[in-house]
């Protein structure tokens, strides 16, 4: 929204007005947003929750088929995606903007663009579990599988040790997914490597988001000073999906952002800023799936 807000007014704040369709470059662009909008998300009332949905729906579009990609390796060898950044403040396929600001797709390909990269897959009742390693060493880890509710009560679990041979993708883990309420139920899975350090969590919905039964999640967020910046810690009493952290007056670039709290654990992400604690807490706003209605 501060890119938008550089260029548009707040009667142009439409995704139709003629502003918006003037910094919109592919033809019928932004109906085709919201074609793609309705197979996944409800409609958001709100033009700023609108702007989040979109950069969701990117993400997840790209995240699914590189995802593929690197399940099918040596059919398909490599891939990258239109387009990195823009010239000028407009809607794109960017996933930096001209102002140097990450999109949700940018979050998530450092993800699955990762040299060690886990996918989830959903297919016929079953959840599998991709590990593709596009590094020159084996990779040893383990897997935390978990079938939850929304309300963050856990249905069943699984620790698997996992180990992928060098420049190969591997299928590790096959689970069957027995759920009496899809719209009330999600999966997770955590990779750790071998020293047990954390890498990545990957989540999926066994119904589209816009059929999920969210609930409204309350954040504790807490800042903390470390070298370089801060470390910024936050939980949920409940499920949320693409967290997202900003700062009204001024930028930061987070180590991870739009992603998960599938537990109570805090999950912790760190920021590179001059910034005081006090700045950082008075500027943050937090955003998810919720508020996409």
Not at 149 to 170: F, H, Q
């Amino acid at each position: 929204m501060k890119t938008i807000r550089t260029f548009a007014r707040e009667e142009d704040l439409n995704c139709f007005s003629r502003v918006m369709e003037n910094h919109q470059k592919c033809r019928g662009g932004n109906g085709k947003i919201l074609r793609y909008l309705a197979d996944n998300y409800l409609y958001p009332a709100a033009f700023e929750n609108l702007v989040y949905a979109s950069q969701l729906l990117q993400a997840d579009a790209i995240k699914y088929g590189v995802e593929h990609f690197r399940r099918q390796r040596g059919y398909c060898m490599g891939s990258t995606y239109w387009q990195f950044n823009d010239c000028w403040p407009v809607a794109s396929w960017s996933s930096v903007d001209c102002f140097g600001r990450y999109k949700a797709l940018h979050y998530a390909a450092r993800k699955f663009y990762a040299p060690v990269a886990m996918g989830l897959f959903l297919e016929n009742g079953a959840l599998t579990v991709n590990i593709a390693n596009e590094t020159r060493a084996g990779f040893r880890g383990h897997i935390h599988l978990a079938m939850c509710r929304g309300d963050l009560t856990v249905l069943d679990g699984l620790r698997r040790d996992v180990e992928v041979e060098a420049l190969s993708s591997r299928d590790v883990l096959t689970y069957r997914v027995d759920s009496r309420d899809p719209y009330d139920t999600f999966l997770y899975a955590d990779l750790y490597d071998e020293q047990g350090r954390f890498l990545m969590r990957q989540v999926e919905l066994l119904v589209p988001a816009k059929h999920f039964q969210w609930r409204k999640p309350a954040f504790d967020v807490r800042i903390a000073p470390v070298p370089g910046g801060a470390e910024i810690s936050v939980q949920a009493d409940v499920f949320a999906k693409g967290v997202f952290l900003d700062f009204r007056d001024f930028d930061c670039v987070l180590s991870d952002n739009f992603f998960a709290l599938t537990a109570p654990a805090p999950y912790r992400v760190t920021v590179q800023t001059s910034r005081s604690v006090e700045e950082l807490e008075q500027n943050l706003t937090v955003k998810s799936v919720y508020d996409i209605r």
